[in-house]
């Protein structure tokens, strides 16, 4: 594959924005829970 | 027909209430997440592998796969908070103030990644990561805006003045959209032409095509998984004085975990 580099970059970029995305949706929504417990 | 049409806006009138809206969003979420990661892993396999190479851009038009639909949600989830300001300012709906204020953060993360991964393309393609181009410009505008929406949200500590200020702003920015849309059209730029629109055929054949609107399937389902997954978070931190919420965290805190589909609805 020509550019293989450019495109798995590409790819792993958008993976990783959106495994933080909803990483940081699940952390807050259970943050909320622990601080509420405490 | 009177009836029927009576039904359907009581149905989205109960939608608007947070209560009832928190219990949509929490049945929802786990499909529209799920069906958003067969899409994407359809679409990406379809991409790299299915798709015939470009004659002109070889292997590396295989990145606007992910520019596109990075591209599209960023212009799209800006014109969804403009649309929630508008319902926010004139109805006063709650919903709308928080879905713009969970979509601010999404759209800015869209709007970032269509930025990188343009200029990731860029660099082979046109020989520069960046060019001073209409549309490269006004899509950068268009990021600084979503950090200005974030930045007065989090600068004006009075949540209705906050929600107030934050609406108008995002209806102010909202002439940033068809500047970028048209962009391409009304100067002469280094960047391609709409390969589709509404109004014509497609300039790409079906194999080319089926994965880029997976992908923007996939996009889509992803952004408003996400929607609905820090709405349900949003509400619950402005409404913990409702009784419904209070019965959520009694709930969670007598079971030890978060409460993600249990609400009872009186």
Aim: proline share 4%.
């Amino acid at each position: 594959m020509q550019y293989a580099e450019y495109i798995w970059g590409c790819y792993f970029l958008t993976a990783g924005f959106m495994g933080l995305q909803i990483w940081l949706a699940y952390y807050d929504h259970q943050r909320l829970f622990q601080r509420h417990d405490q | 027909m009177r009836n029927m049409l009576k039904h359907c806006i009581k149905t989205l009138i109960s939608f608007a209430s947070p209560k009832y809206f928190y219990v949509l969003a929490s049945r929802l979420y786990p499909w529209m997440l799920c069906f958003s990661f067969i899409c994407l892993s359809i679409g990406t396999y379809a991409a790299l592998y299915l798709a015939p190479s470009d004659f002109q851009q070889g292997d590396a038009f295989r990145i606007l796969y992910v520019h596109v639909p990075s591209a599209f949600l960023s212009l799209g989830i800006y014109t969804i908070i403009a649309i929630c300001a508008c319902l926010y300012l004139v109805w006063k709906v709650k919903i709308a103030d928080i879905i713009a204020t969970c979509s601010a953060s999404i759209g800015a993360t869209f709007t970032l990644l269509a930025l990188t991964t343009g200029a990731i393309w860029g660099k082979p393609m046109w020989g520069a990561w960046w060019v001073w181009d209409a549309r490269l410009t006004s899509e950068l505008i268009l990021f600084f805006l979503y950090l200005g929406y974030l930045c007065l949200r989090s600068a004006v500590s009075s949540p209705r003045l906050s929600a107030k200020v934050c609406s108008i702003f995002a209806l102010m920015g909202l002439i940033d959209i068809p500047i970028i849309h048209f962009s391409v059209k009304w100067w002469n730029t280094l960047h391609q032409g709409p390969t589709i629109s509404r109004w014509a055929k497609p300039a790409m054949p079906w194999s080319m095509l089926w994965p880029l609107l997976t992908m923007l399937l996939g996009f889509g389902l992803f952004y408003i998984s996400l929607v609905f997954m820090r709405s349900r978070t949003e509400l619950i931190r402005r409404e913990r004085q409702a009784q419904w919420v209070r019965v959520i965290l009694k709930e969670s805190s007598s079971c030890n975990m978060p409460n993600t589909y249990g609400v009872v609805i009186s």
